[in-house]
């Protein structure tokens, strides 16, 4: 690769450039010592450019300078992942080094997006600025740019992934003062891989097929994941197209084939194994695929290719692997073609692999890297020359069928650039690779870019780093082609400027991502000069000096030279001075001088100067007059062309000139049209005519003053040269001789006559040296001066074409061309006629060369004969395989047996003779194979047998196999019998080759099962390989069904579902039986047709067990039983009402219902829970209670209610009709809504009057007695106040029976909360929300003190400070003064200052006289609404006239309250002479330094203190919690005032503030009391229940101040905060000051939680209580061990029935049941899960045991607490007893085949009928025997599946009491997660709700394991939200509010909300608002209905608290005796 850099450098006053070339072919580079570094070589090809520019670019020895180039190419992809990071360097050199910047983009580059596009500078960090190379390396969390140019992509973290960092394209741009080059773009992607694994799939295939095995991985990861290899039985690796055994192939996709699938191919296994790229890892798969051998029957089908791609990229040099697998029967054959295009359209070229590798051998296309395994096509080390489409061809008897692959050759993208001709490159130092191309400015130049690739890039130019447009500027454009070996891209500039210099990128793409660029530097070498200054047109008078000056610029350094009038000036002359040289400070500017000390007349004239170098010219002219009588110099003679223009100057000095006259021979000028006299006094002559125009000629000048001056000149006209005319064509044969006369019929000597062929000259000489060509053979001869003969003795084909001869002179050229034509008879090309033979094999294409050449070009006839010596050949012509080629070479594909022949080929073209070669073409015969059928049948056991014949005929030596399912047979076996038949022809072409015809034969006798397979035969010889195949089949009775499965259940039938049997025997199924028993029954069977795989079984008894087996028939009997099934039909709900219904106990809040169960023959099944329905008109409750409950006591219904209830019995398959209903009347109980529309107005300024209206009519809960109301003065949170005032205020109250009441003696114009409560008999009820009133304004307060100090020598200042108790708004003050004089008030004067401003709270009165005076003041506050206030106390003051003011400060001091942490300003506003300083002081102690002040620059002050309240967070950090904290904050302001950052705890006390002068001191204080947070309270654990924990706690104990320097302020509220032990995130409830207990509810059962306390006021939250630890109840599961006459288990020989109705969850239910089971005999094995539970069931079925064998079951139950297991042995019946029922140690029941007994016995079809009449009575009884509206007791069921739903326990059987809310009456139906409509009806409880049962103690119902019933209630409201519920979920009380909002006049709504499951536990994301749990039992196939309890009579307190909080915030759920509040979630299998 060649890369050539153009780079201009310039060093002091030389140029230096050098140039190192890198050529491909054909050129050296020649340099000198690597040591120096100072010698340059020059390595070029143009010799012509001579020594200048050598000359030019010559230096002494200084380091080159070289623009930035890349040393290797970057990467186009770079993938990494989080963990690793990621370096890209940017391997850049050049010389001065050059500066690196990344760029980046995030738009998608295409194949033409070279330089275009967004790209900004890469930055280390968002806010940073843009790195350079140059910089110190900076690192932040992403990227480092570092100084060397490499940029590092650094480890992150998942959440810091950023798109466009890393999913971003990045480039990198290099740049010094040469130039600047653009690298390919690199495409960055950060993959973050979650974790996952590999697995692989088991192919089911038949016999003979390919299977195919795959590596599984997500989707998510399966761009990232590269299959390397497979592992089969961990033993043996396959690689890409690797095959130990011919069979094994792995695709470059990464699929692994398995050729011909046999038996036994099911024993092993296969790992693949993978790289994972972005982190190397390599991965094995976690599963192995094993193949499954299909048992289908061998019926004939057509091919169906299953297995094949489209498109597949194959890189130079790589292995290709074609895939094409595919099914059919008889074994379809394959072959693959490759399409190629000719001339006539496209050519199927067969490619057939063969044992022998042949290439190119006897035409046949080359085959030894094609090999053929299976149906896939192996190509070895792919060329360009494979790219194209493969066909591969399947087919057999049945049909044909195709698949295309095209195969797209990849190969690496390359590209370079070479130097052009015409320029000159210089070598720079050996150690700097770099290629400078230079070139001189205003010619050409032509960058050769070349590129090799595929696909084809597109190909751009970059100029210094940007796109180069092409094109635009007229200068510049762009080719392409090829050399023949790679595609190139021209880059031409014409006429090369300045502009032009710089890097050049060629930069090429592909559409597969693929980038790559070389870069030529271009600089230029020499510039033609340019004129920086000239001189002008001048007038002068002899004798004077004169000086004319030109300056040039140009590289290298123009040379000057002076004409006058056209005459060269002479260096050296006495009358002027010729000067040059270099411009001082510039190298390339050089000036020139023309100097005369003394004009004369004769200097006159015009004067040029003309600058010249090796690359242009430029020049200047003007006239220089010299005052004086006409001169007119010598002029010599002149030559002139004939036809051409003419100028003539006359040389004339003197001024000033009158006019200017030409004469010819006398005669005045001009005398015709073509002579013109020019305004300068030229004549011009256009065009010259030598007869007329030749002569003497004259020029006259004529001055002013009549004189004047005259010379003359010769003109003499020279003739054109003119050819005499040639013929322009010449048709010759070869052999002949040649000769052309080129004769100059005119023009003037001295002539020159050449000749030339096709552009290269021939020179005059006869002499011939080395080969002959058609130059050298070529005689030219110069017959005279003006002619010239070009003669060829003897012609031959390349003496052919234009020859021209040229003729010149100095007055013009001329030329003259012939075209020659030799015609030549055609030859054969290199002298080489056709091959005689040509063999090839049949099947095979051949192509037979017939190359000839000849002029013009000859026509190829092709004939054919069998016979060599035959006397007539017959006419080839192109037909379906036979192709004629452009080349004449004819092409047969395919090749047939009967293509053997002779073939001849004639090419003629009318010159000379004909020629002709024979080539004998020899066809092979492959073996062909043929059996004589496909498919046969034995019978299993036949001994009659079977034989298999083969027929194969073929080429000798033959080489004949049998093979059974791909497994070689032994041919010796006897079986196997092979022999000869004669043949049956010969090839015409060579009769040493003939035919054979074989017969084999293989015999079958005895046949078993072993014998069935495909049985191949297969022949070779060297020439191919061929196989048939026979499918045998050893007919049997059919296999039994398979995968029999109950589809449904039913109370009274069963819907089985099973597929066919994995062998029909080889004969037609005829029917399926199934066989049933129940427990003691008989043994029954419904036949079901064969075309059917599906059936039922009716008639059956509900939750009866049943064994099921079937079998499988055909025409020679009944299969085996299938395996036995145990199914158990499901109950049906309970026809019968439960009895004796009554109620008891009624008071406010519920009352007691009783009942006993329906009569048994009414049930139907086991009674598993009672639903309770209680009715209020408006919402309906209903609760699900154990089966062994007789009695419910009602909780949380509304007082003064008429409810109606009844009872529903329930089992497993729903609930049966309802009791008749009881009606019930509850109690009062305080009202739950506080009064409505509370308002209030302000009469005055102390008295307010409420107004409100009585709660709602549904929630006073009884008659209303009265109202209190409650109201408390609001202060601002620590307002500025004295020291004595408290920060909490309390409040009073008053009670009324009427609905308004008058408040007075209230504050004055301050703020009051009010709320108002209603009660009944029973109590309060809740308060309203606080609402804020204010009182009227009243007349100000007086300020509480003043201050005067004299502040100049006539002035005083008086301040004060206002009352800290507003009553009004303060607008302004007036301050009242007057003096005293001999005990009389005189001079009384008013002011008025503002409450505003700088100088709010103070007052300065000026002009005072300047006398000692007593004076007295006052002040008072003013308001707008009430005037003005109380004067204050009066102060006096005596002023005394002085200049000496004494320091005094005018800020008063006062006490306040202040929240520790806050920040304040402490005034000190100072007065006095200066120099003036203040000091501040904290209890006696100095905080600072003396402040120099002056009082006149003081700017604006504050008067009070200024502070800025801050509430204390212990959880804050920036909390001062030391008494270092303040001291680190405080400082003294510029104008003296204290700042205070953050108040810390020891911050209070006295802070002084002491001004000083040289006249006195003054000073103020502040008493600073600081109010901290409550003290930590002390919290401890009360007691705990199944989902709850009460805790209580004590206020924490202040520390007293008796110093009054800090106050603890009082808790305003509790937050509780709680989580589980090992959870990050807490949880939060907000709790009143009042309390001092809580029971915090919706905790999970048997689970440990941490418990803080944190009390909250005014100024903040104290610091977090002790941790308390606290469990909930619950234990793990247990297992309650029942008698020996019951087992829980259910066997049959496959199959074990655990039941788990014997499981008690110990108060948390059970989550999930693991089954795992192993054999007796291993202990030490690993025991196999067979399955899990989740929601538990009631039985589980342990399937696929083995008959007779002894096993181990161990059973785990878990929950919340924890997990218990109980283990089984027990040992399966033998299968004769697989239709039995017993337990471990029962016996069976005899074999289904020897009951004689299959119809249902007389008894069992009365009972039904009984039954059947006994329901419709019932039915008919319910419907009609009441009116009152009840449940549906006939709901819907669907499926068969029992889900069991585990209450939760409690403390005692007194806490088993259950609440309900209300739901509506009426209700659309129930919807699931899906949205799809439930099976149940609104009113209905699932069939499947399921309860523990219980036990009966004193007619009360107890939990046999402390479990306790559950309610479940939906909200009716109508904006009902979705309420997150769990097992052990309390009600949300803003739920529980809003089921008692509905109105009376409005239709009662019912939402379901079934929130799908999700995973267990607590809620990763942390508490919700509500401060719930979201644990939900993780079994996606689970729905849960949210079961919500009803309202306890803690409601009131509840909604009390809400009133108080605000409704959004969380309150506590419990408070006393919250068992009650659980709830259950009901779950229901999808």
């Known amino acids: 690769m060649a890369l050539l850099v153009f780079i201009p450098y310039r060093l002091g006053t030389a140029t230096l450039v050098f140039t190192c070339c890198m050529l491909i072919t054909g050129l050296h580079a020649n340099s000198s010592s690597s040591g120096s570094s100072s010698s340059n070589v020059i390595a070029s090809s143009n010799q012509h450019a001579g020594s200048g520019m050598m000359d030019t670019f010559a230096s002494s020895g200084t380091a080159a300078a070289a623009g930035p180039r890349f040393q290797n190419q970057l990467p186009s992809d770079v993938t990494f992942t989080p963990d690793r990071g990621f370096t890209i360097e940017c391997p850049v050199w050049g010389q001065p080094t050059p500066q690196i910047t990344w760029l980046t983009s995030k738009e998608r580059l295409g194949s033409s997006a070279a330089g275009s596009g967004i790209w900004n500078p890469v930055e280390s960090s968002s806010t940073s600025a843009p790195s350079t190379a140059t910089s110190t390396a900076t690192t932040n969390n992403l990227i480092t740019l570092s100084p060397n140019g490499s940029l590092t992509l650094h480890t992150f973290r998942p959440e810091q992934f950023r798109p466009d960092v890393h999913a971003a394209t990045y480039r990198c741009l290099a740049a010094n003062f040469i130039g600047r080059i653009l690298s390919t773009p690199v495409r960055v992607r950060a993959v973050i891989l979650p974790p996952f694994e590999v697995n692989v799939e088991n192919p089911r295939v038949r016999r003979g097929s390919t299977a195919v095995f795959r590596c599984s991985v997500p989707d998510s990861v399966r761009d990232y994941v590269t299959v390397t290899s497979w592992i089969q039985d961990n033993r043996y690796d396959i690689f890409l197209t690797s095959s130990q055994d011919g069979r094994h192939v792995m695709l470059a996709n990464g699929d692994l084939h398995v050729l011909s699938a046999r038996q036994g191919d099911e024993n092993h296994l296969y790992h693949c194994r993978v790289l994972v790229q972005p982190n190397g890892q390599t991965m094995t798969s976690s599963t192995a695929g094993r193949i499954i051998l299909s048992q289908e029957t061998m019926t004939k089908m057509a091919p169906v290719i299953v297995e094949s791609v489209n498109r597949i990229r194959v890189w130079r040099g790589q292995d290709a692997v074609l895939p094409c697998v595919f099914h059919g029967y008889p074994p379809p054959k394959v072959k693959w073609y490759k399409s190629q295009t000719i001339q006539y359209g496209n050519l199927l070229l067969p490619l057939v692999a063969s044992a022998a590798t042949q290439e190119h051998r006897g035409g046949v296309l080359g085959l030894g890297r094609h090999r053929l395994v299976g149906g896939t096509l192996l190509i070895a080390s792919v060329v360009a020359e494979d790219q194209g489409r493969y066909i591969c061809s399947v087919n057999n008897s049945m049909g044909l069928v195709e698949s295309r692959t095209e195969l797209v050759f990849r190969d690496k993208l390359q590209v370079r650039i070479v130097e052009s001709s015409n320029v000159v490159v210089v070598a720079a130092a050996a150690s700097a690779a770099q290629h400078i191309q230079v070139v001189d400015a205003e010619t050409s130049v032509t960058i050769t870019c070349h590129f090799s690739g595929s696909p084809r890039p597109v190909v751009s130019w970059l100029k210094d780093g940007q796109r180069y447009l092409v094109g635009n500027s007229g200068r510049v454009s762009s080719s392409s082609g090829d050399d023949g070996y790679t595609d190139m891209v021209q880059l031409s500039i014409s006429s090369v400027q300045r ?19 070389a870069s030529a530097q271009l600089a230029i070498g020499a510039f033609p000069p340019h004129l920086k200054e000239t001189f002008s047109r001048q007038v002068l008078h002899p004798g004077s000096s004169v000086s004319l000056k030109c300056l040039a610029s140009g590289t290298p350094l123009p040379h000057f030279t002076w004409t006058l009038d ?31 000390t003394h004009v004369r007349v004769e200097d006159g004239g015009n004067y040029k100067c003309a600058a010249e170098n090796r690359v242009g010219r430029v020049e200047h002219s003007a006239n220089l007059h010299i005052y004086g009588a006409p001169y007119v110099r010598r002029m010599s003679t002149v030559v002139g062309v004939g036809g051409k223009r003419l100028e003539l100057p006359c040389p004339v000095a003197g001024y000033p000139i009158e006019a200017i006259t030409w004469e010819k021979d006398g005669r005045r000028l001009p005398l015709n049209g073509r002579q013109r006299l020019q305004f300068n006094g030229s004549l011009t002559i256009d065009p010259l005519d030598k007869s007329s125009d030749a002569g003497l000629y004259s020029c006259e000048a004529r001055g002013q003053n009549g004189l004047s001056a005259r010379q003359s000149l010769q003109l003499n006209i020279l003739d054109a040269p003119h050819i005499m005319a040639m013929s322009d064509s010449a048709v010759l044969n070869a052999g002949e001789r040649l000769a052309l006369q080129c004769a100059v019929v005119k023009g003037g000597l001295p002539l020159s006559v050449s000749w030339s062929k096709d552009g290269q000259a021939i020179a005059p000489t006869t002499a011939t040296t080395g080969p002959a060509t058609a130059t050298t053979t070529t005689s030219v001869r110069l017959v005279n001066e003006f002619t010239a003969t070009l003669t060829i003795e003897s012609l031959t084909g390349q003496h052919g074409g234009w020859y021209v001869c040229r003729a010149a002179n100095e007055g013009g050229r001329a030329e003259s061309a012939v075209h020659v034509v030799v015609q030549v008879p055609p030859f054969w090309v290199n002298q080489q006629p056709p091959a005689d033979t040509v063999q090839t094999v049949s099947g095979h294409s051949v192509e037979l060369k017939c190359h000839v050449h000849g002029v013009p070009t000859p026509q190829v006839i092709w004939s054919f004969t069998r016979d060599k010596t035959a006397d007539k050949y017959t006419t080839l012509f192109a037909n379906t395989n036979r192709t004629l080629l452009a080349n004449q070479s004819l092409v047969i594909s395919p090749v047939d047996v009967s293509d053997a022949g002779y073939y001849q080929c004639e090419a003629s073209n009318g010159v000379g003779n004909n ?54 047979l032994d041919p010796t076996q006897s079986r196997v019998v092979t022999r000869a038949q004669p043949a049956t022809g010969s090839h015409p072409s060579s009769s040493s080759l003939h035919p054979t015809l074989l017969t084999s034969e293989l015999s079958v006798t ?36 398979l995968d029999v499965r109950v589809a449904s259940a039913a109370g009274r039938r069963i819907q089985l579902e099973w597929k066919p049997p994995a062998a029909d025997g080889g004969n037609p199924l005829q029917e399926f039986i199934i066989f049933y028993q129940s427990p003691g029954g008989d043994v029954r069977q419904e036949r079901i047709m064969a075309s059917q795989f599906s059936g039922s079984i009716g008639n059956l008894q509900p939750a009866t067990v049943y064994q099921v087996y079937m079998t499988a028939s055909n025409a020679l009997g009944q299969s085996q039983p299938s395996l036995g099934l145990t199914v158990t039909t499901d109950e049906e709900a309970p026809e019968g009402p439960p009895l004796q219904v009554g109620a008891s106990s009624v008071h406010a809040r519920g009352f007691t219902l009783s009942w006993a169960p329906p009569a048994h023959q009414l ?10 329905t209680i009715d209020s008109g408006r919402m309906l409750n209903r609760t699900v209670l154990p089966s062994s409950s007789n009695e419910y006591t009602m909780a949380g219904l509304r007082p003064n209610t008429n409810y109606h209830a009844y009872v529903q019995a329930v089992n497993n398959q729903g609930s049966g009709p309802a009791s008749p209903s009881v009606s019930v009347k509850t109690s009062e109980a305080p009202p739950e809504e506080p009064p409505l529309n509370v308002a209030c107005v302000s009469l005055n300024s102390q008295s307010l009057q409420i107004t409100w209206q009585p709660p709602p009519a549904d929630y006073r809960n009884g008659l209303l007695r009265g109202y209190r109301i409650f109201y408390e003065p609001l202060s601002e949170l620590l307002y500025l106040s004295s020291p004595d005032q408290s920060d909490l205020q309390t409040g009073s109250s008053q009670t009324t029976t009427e609905l308004t009441v008058f408040l007075s003696g209230l504050q004055k114009f301050a703020n009051y909360s009010i709320q108002v409560l209603a009660f009944t008999g029973a109590g309060d009820g809740v308060k309203s929300q606080p609402l804020t009133c204010t009182t009227e304004e009243d007349i100000p307060e007086m300020p509480t003190r003043l201050k005067i100090v004299q502040s100049g020598p006539d002035s005083l200042t008086i301040s004060w400070l206002p009352h800290p108790r507003p009553t009004s708004r303060v607008t302004h003050f007036t301050v009242y003064s007057k003096e005293i004089e001999r005990g009389q008030d005189v001079n009384p004067q008013k002011w008025t200052a503002a409450n505003s401003g700088p100088s709010a709270g103070r007052l300065e009165i000026r002009n005072l006289r300047p006398r000692r005076a007593v004076f007295y003041f ?16 009066t102060v006096s003051f005596t002023f005394n006239p002085t200049n000496k003011i004494v320091a005094a400060v005018v800020s008063i001091g006062s006490g306040y309250l202040v929240a520790r942490g806050s920040r304040l300003i402490l005034p000190c506003t100072a007065l006095g002479d200066t120099p003036l300083q203040i000091s501040w002081l904290q209890d006696g102690r100095q905080l600072s330094d003396w402040l120099n002040l002056n009082p006149l620059k003081l700017g604006e002050q504050i008067q009070q203190p200024w502070i800025q309240q801050r509430p204390h967070d212990p959880d804050d950090p920036d909390d001062p919690d030391d008494e270092n904290a303040t001291a680190g904050l405080i400082q003294v302001l510029t104008n003296g005032s204290l700042s205070i950052g953050q108040l810390s705890h020891n911050g209070g006390g006295n802070y002084t503030c002491q001004a000083r002068n040289r006249h006195g001191q003054d000073q103020v204080d502040y008493w600073l009391t600081v109010v901290t947070p409550p003290a930590a309270p002390q919290l401890r654990f009360a007691a705990s229940n199944w989902s709850s924990v009460t805790l209580q706690w004590a206020s924490g104990s202040p520390s007293t101040d008796q110093s009054n320097r800090t106050r603890v302020s009082a808790a305003r509220h509790y937050v509780i905060k709680y989580r589980p032990r090992e959870a990050a995130r807490w949880a939060q409830i907000m709790l009143p000051a009042t309390w001092r207990s809580v029971p915090v509810g919706d905790l999970n059962c048997g689970t440990e939680y941490e418990f803080v306390l944190v009390a909250s006021s005014r100024v903040g939250n104290s610091s977090s209580s002790n941790v308390v630890t606290a469990k909930t109840k619950g234990s793990p599961p247990e297992y309650l061990a029942a008698d020996a006459r019951h087992s829980d288990l259910t066997l049959t020989p496959t199959s074990c029935t655990v039941d788990l109705v014997r499981w008690q969850d110990r108060g948390c239910p059970i989550q999930q049941f693991i089954f795992r089971f192993r054999l007796a005999t291993d202990s030490a094995g690993e025991w196999i899960i067979a399955g899990a539970e989740s929601p538990p069931q009631q039985t ?12 181990a079951v161990r059973v785990t139950a878990l929950n919340a607490a924890g997990s218990a297991q109980r283990d089984y042995s027990v040992r399966t019946p033998p299968l004769m007893d697989s239709h039995s029922k017993s337990d471990v140690h029962g016996g069976s029941l005899a074999p289904l085949f020897s009951d004689p007994r299959v119809a249902v016995p007389m008894a069992v079809s009365s009972l039904a009928i009984v039954l059947t009449i006994v329901t419709l009575l019932l039915r008919y009884r319910y419907r009609s025997g009441t009116d009152y509206l009840r449940p549906d007791s006939h709901p819907q069921t669907v499926g068969n599946a029992n889900v069991r739903t585990y209450a939760d326990g409690g403390d005692t059987p007194e806490d088993g009491n259950s609440s309900t809310l209300s739901a509506c009456q009426k209700r659309p139906p129930p919807m699931d997660c899906s949205g799809r409509l439930s099976d149940y009806a609104p009113d209905q409880v699932s069939p499947y709700a399921v309860f523990p049962s219980l036990t009966s103690s004193g007619g009360k119902s107890q939990f046999s394991s402390s479990r306790r019933m559950k309610t479940f209630v939906v909200d009716g409201s109508k904006d009902s939200l979705s309420v997150e519920m769990s097992n052990y979920a309390p009600p949300a009380p803003s739920m529980i509010r809003r089921m008692h909002q509905q109105q009376a006049e409005e239709e009662p709504m019912y939402d379901y909300i079934a929130p799908c499951a999700t995973a267990s536990g607590p809620n990763p994301s942390g508490p919700n608002p509500s401060g719930r749990s979201n644990k939900l039992t993780s079994n996606p196939q689970s729905v849960f209905v949210p079961i919500i309890p009803a309202r306890s009579t803690w409601n009131q307190q509840q909604q009390m608290y809400r009133q108080q909080h605000g409704p959004n915030q969380s309150s506590p759920h419990y408070h006393g005796d919250w068992n009650n509040q659980e709830t259950l979630a009901l779950s229901q299998r999808l």
């Open 1740 to 1751: 589980f079925l342990l399937a696929g045991l083995i008959p007779g064998r002894d096993y």
């Open 1006 to 1041: 005895n046949a078993a099962v072993a014998d069935e397979g495909l049985y191949e035969c297969a022949a070779s010889n060297m020439h191919g390989e061929d196989s048939d195949a026979v499918f045998l089949q050893v007919q049997d009775v059919p296999q039994p069904p």
């Open 1418 to 1433: 006052q002040a008072a506050a003013v308001s707008s609404q009430a005037g003005e206030g109380p004067r204050s106390s």
């Open 915 to 968: 020629i002709n070669a024979l080539m004998a073409l020899q066809v092979h015969a492959p073996p062909e194979v043929h059996l004589n059928q496909d498919y046969m049948a034995v019978r299993r056991g036949s001994l009659t047998g079977t034989v298999l014949k083969c027929s194969i005929r073929g080429d000798p030596p033959l080489n004949i196999h049998w093979r059974k399912d791909s497994v070689p």
């Open 499 to 517: 502009e032009d210099e710089g890097i050049y990128q060629c930069l090429a793409s592909n559409d597969e991502g693929d980038w790559a660029q």
């Open 1163 to 1172: 049930q139907h099944g086991i009674i598993q829970s009672y639903l309770v």
């Open 566 to 596: 056209g005459f060269p000036l002479s260096p050296v002359s006495e009358r002027y001075f010729l000067g040059q040289q270099q411009q001082t400070g510039h190298d390339d500017l050089v000036v020139a001088h023309l100097n005369i």
